[in-house]
């Protein structure tokens, strides 16, 4: 058979939604109703007739309801195959009636978890019942329809059910029990045990929306799918006030702005530029408008059609300024009337609020698939602790100041990273290059092409501080960085030939800051 009559049904959710109406609908078709706890009483206080479960087990709801629906007068009215001679003989036997339908939404663990409950409420808040229910019935697809998510319940509303749709509800269910299970397992192992990488690693993901137009090139397809459980605050939790779809590169390239902005959460107003993923500027300054105009002077050809993100509200000034020129995407935890009617007028820039920025100090891990697997590791939310001055000469107050912010944003770019700044906001950056010579080079030459572009006398490199996101392993990037003008240094350390470096730096009357910590970003 294909299509199956619903005659008799079991409703038992947690989330409620949509629940009354849809056995009323059921109800109306002469289904017969068999519920628990309070699904049965929110059922019955809306005039239904409803069987309950312990009536068609014989035992009543026990242990404080965990042991309700663990029979085989539920479970052989779901797992019976109807046509077979054996399976009805056996109903026959035992007085087992069919089960055509199944609604069951499970215990609320994840918000349970999110609530900060304690661990005796949270392991009550793991269902056994449900997901029993569920994977009985999307077994016996071929007779019962199971459905986990109140969005479907118009599938089954008619009171007839086809293979096809048994088919897909049985998938979503299964799909459904497997992220609910998995956030059981990443508690009990990350949060309850304290595992950092546990032997099996259950990654649970939802697919945000539909497919995206396509992946990094127009011939690959792509989708998003946000975390599920108790989701920090990212680009996946983000509402989008206005714009078209987002692509994949502008979700990878918003990403990438969003968390480097989140590092100056507690900054003067910030404001990040994002291009493929690497920024191309970064400034601090007293208002969002001065902070963009200086992000934007450092490479003014890389920010067009780039992903701006702001550590504060966006405001109309700063708006009005963004409009210049065009910008895919702007990240902002919140945005002014002002500023949105501004945005209105260019329909295809998308407007993300994430109504706050993520701490970058969260712990977690970070994942990516290699041929034959993945590679896993702890979030790189490092900060180093007691910095290490190992030249002659102390780096001034400014000094100190410009190679904390540099190091901050070469901690985002793609290395070899090389990053120079002055007065709160970058002046170049070298990203991505096989040497950290070649990156020191190119960050200068950059910074010399928006000084002739913005018309300056003479490029911000002169008298800034430059961060490498790993060690010089010799001094040949370092005399690169002392010949644009640097006069402060910022990097980790550890080469075997560190005394060269620093006495490079010395015979240069640099300061040089050791970090004792490496930044690579791959």
């Not at 001055?389 to 410009?402: A, G, K, M, S, Y």
């Amino acid at each position: 058979m294909t299509d199956i009559p619903i005659r008799r049904a079991l409703l038992s959710v947690s989330d409620k939604t949509g629940v009354v109406d849809l056995a009323k609908a059921l109800a109306a078709r002469d289904v017969e109703l068999v519920s628990t706890g309070g699904t049965a009483k929110a059922l019955r206080e809306a005039g239904l007739e409803v069987r309950d479960v312990s009536d068609l087990t014989g035992f009543p709801e026990m242990m404080d309801g965990r042991v309700k629906t663990l029979h085989p007068m539920i479970h052989g009215g779901l797992l019976a195959v109807r046509d077979d001679a054996g399976h009805a003989a056996s109903m026959a036997e035992h007085g087992i009636g069919g089960i055509d339908l199944v609604v069951v939404n499970l215990y609320p663990f994840e918000a349970t978890v999110a609530k900060g409950e304690d661990r005796a409420t949270i392991i009550e808040n793991i269902d056994i019942g449900g997901p029993s229910m569920v994977r009985s019935a999307a077994k016996n697809h071929a007779y019962v329809a199971i459905v986990t998510d109140p969005a479907d319940y118009a599938l089954v509303e008619p009171g007839t059910t086809t293979l096809d749709d048994r088919k897909r509800l049985a998938a979503k269910a299964y799909a459904a029990t497997a992220v609910y299970d998995g956030a059981i397992a990443q508690w009990f192992a990350f949060a309850d045990q304290g595992e950092r990488f546990p032997d099996t690693l259950p990654l649970t993901l939802k697919r945000a929306g539909d497919e995206l137009r396509y992946g990094e090139n127009p011939h690959q397809a792509a989708a998003f799918y946000a975390a599920t459980g108790p989701a920090t605050r990212g680009i996946g939790q983000a509402r989008q006030v206005q714009g078209k779809a987002l692509s994949y590169n502008n979700l990878n390239d918003a990403d990438a702005a969003l968390e480097l902005v989140a590092e100056f959460r507690d900054a003067e107003p910030t404001v990040v530029i994002v291009k493929h993923a690497n920024p191309c500027g970064v400034a601090t300054a007293s208002t969002l408008a001065e902070a963009y105009d200086a992000a934007f002077a450092c490479d003014t050809v890389s920010a067009f059609g780039g992903i701006i993100a702001l550590n504060r509200r966006l405001d109309a000034a700063t708006a009005q300024a963004i409009v210049g020129i065009f910008t895919e995407v702007v990240v902002a935890p919140d945005a002014d009337e002002d500023a949105i009617a501004l945005f209105a007028a260019k329909k295809n820039l998308r407007l993300l609020l994430t109504g706050d920025l993520p701490d970058p100090a969260r712990g977690g891990i970070a994942a990516k698939s290699i041929a034959g697997g993945w590679l896993v590791q702890s979030r790189d939310n490092g900060c180093p602790g007691d910095l290490k001055v190992v030249t002659r000469r102390q780096p001034t107050d400014q000094e100190l100041d410009d190679c904390r912010f540099a190091w901050t944003v070469a901690k985002h770019v793609k290395s070899n990273a090389i990053v120079y700044a002055k007065d709160g906001s970058t002046a170049g950056i070298g990203a991505g290059q096989m040497n950290r010579l070649e990156s020191a080079r190119i960050a200068a030459w950059k910074a010399k092409d928006a000084a002739a572009k913005a018309g300056w006398d003479a490029p911000r490199t002169i008298g800034s501080a430059v961060a490498s996101d790993a060690f010089f392993p010799f001094a040949d990037g370092l005399l690169a960085a002392i010949e644009a003008g640097a006069t402060a240094v910022i990097q980790p350390g550890g080469s075997i030939r560190d005394e060269a470096v620093i006495a490079a730096a010395d015979d240069a009357g640099l300061a040089m800051i050791f970090t004792g910590m490496r930044h690579f970003r791959h």
